[in-house]
């Protein structure tokens, strides 16, 4: 990874030079890991005070993905109990390091368990740029398996360009579609994978805006639906029933100034609400999983640390 400060870092993420869910916690992570590998006081109170604020602005960075709030936790863990500021420092290395670590081979293990739901000749649809579905996707084409994708523009960021760029540059059969054309082209399509931003512990997914239309295209059109994503996607916070914060972005990503009249308003939610129930199945690194799955799986990663997260 390469170095940069928390400032540097949390801006990017901020104005989405660095983007993805996986990828924001993993930078992010990164960020507090060098920040702390800089750190040249040795007081231990100051050490917990400046490494809260970096803390803070990693999070607030971005709202809605709790992969970025996951990994920090991660990294974070165990700091309260350091004896001094040499230890916290090698601790909040060593864990940043297993959190990328693991994350890079969960997005590979979820290509390889995912994979096997396609079959050869299958015609699959993609939204956004989804590392954990592209890798499903590549890993499938990869296997020799002939396949077809049709991927979404994804306004107004239009990552599905990253997207296509990626399969077409793989050698993979490739149409992009514009968002509206969804209902119209599910009917071509035998399976959907897209990624995820957070699942709460009732099974539902919050992922790029546009990906409820597919849910329920793909319902309709009886054409199964897959969420790729790594465990560390599932929000402890939904368990004690906290929502999860829609992040809304400027009406510059929609329109130019001057190009409507200063009356008519813009809204922009980036994010939408996948109920539990057009889900098929959910692709982990731990396994194919149902929505149902995922509390028990919140339960048992949070262990004792449950008690801690709800105060
Ligand atoms: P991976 C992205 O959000 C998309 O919503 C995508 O489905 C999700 O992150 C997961 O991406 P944005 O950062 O972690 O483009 O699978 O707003 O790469």
Redesign the pocket.
């Known amino acids: 990874m390469v170095h940069m400060n928390v400032d540097d870092t949390a801006a990017m993420i901020k104005d989405?030079t660095i983007?993805?869910?996986?990828?924001?916690a993993r930078t992010g992570v990164s960020a507090l890991s060098d920040f702390v590998g800089s750190y040249e006081g040795r007081d231990m109170k100051a050490f917990r005070k400046d490494l809260e604020k970096a803390k803070k602005k990693i999070l607030d960075s971005r709202p809605t993905?709790v992969?970025l709030w996951n990994g920090v936790h991660a990294t974070l863990k165990g700091v309260e109990e350091a004896k001094d500021v040499g230890e916290a420092i090698s601790l909040v290395q060593k864990n940043a390091r297993e959190f990328i670590e693991n994350s890079t081979k969960a997005v590979e293990l979820i290509g390889k368990i995912g994979a096997k739901r396609i079959q050869d000749g299958d015609t699959v649809m993609t939204h956004?740029?989804?590392?954990?579905?592209l890798s499903v996707i590549k890993t499938a084409y990869e296997q020799g398996k002939h396949i077809k994708v049709y991927a979404t523009e994804s306004r107004p960021?239009r990552?599905g360009i990253l997207t296509v760029n990626d399969l077409g540059k793989a050698g993979i059969d490739t149409t992009l579609v514009i968002d509206s054309a969804v209902r119209t082209v599910m009917t071509k399509v035998d399976k959907v994978f897209?990624?995820?931003?957070t699942i709460t512990s009732h099974g539902v997914l919050v992922?790029?805006i546009g990906t409820s239309q597919l849910a329920l295209s793909a319902n309709e059109a009886r054409v199964q639906f897959y969420v790729?994503s790594e465990t560390y996607k599932f929000s402890p916070m939904t368990l004690f029933g906290d929502t999860v914060a829609i992040e809304e972005r400027g009406f510059d990503e929609i329109v130019k100034k001057g190009e409507i009249p200063d009356s008519v308003k813009i809204y922009n939610p980036?994010?939408d609400v996948t109920p539990a129930k057009y889900i098929d199945a959910i692709i982990t690194e731990l396994g194919v999983m149902s929505p149902g799955s995922v509390y028990d799986v919140l339960v048992r990663q949070l262990g004792e640390r449950i008690f801690q997260i709800k105060e």
Not at 19 to 24: E, L, N, Q, S, V
Not at 194 to 197: F, I, L, S, T
């Open positions: 989405m983007r993805g869910a996986g990828k924001i993905a992969s956004c740029n989804s590392s954990a579905a960021w990552q897209v990624g995820a931003d992922n790029k790729c980036v994010f």
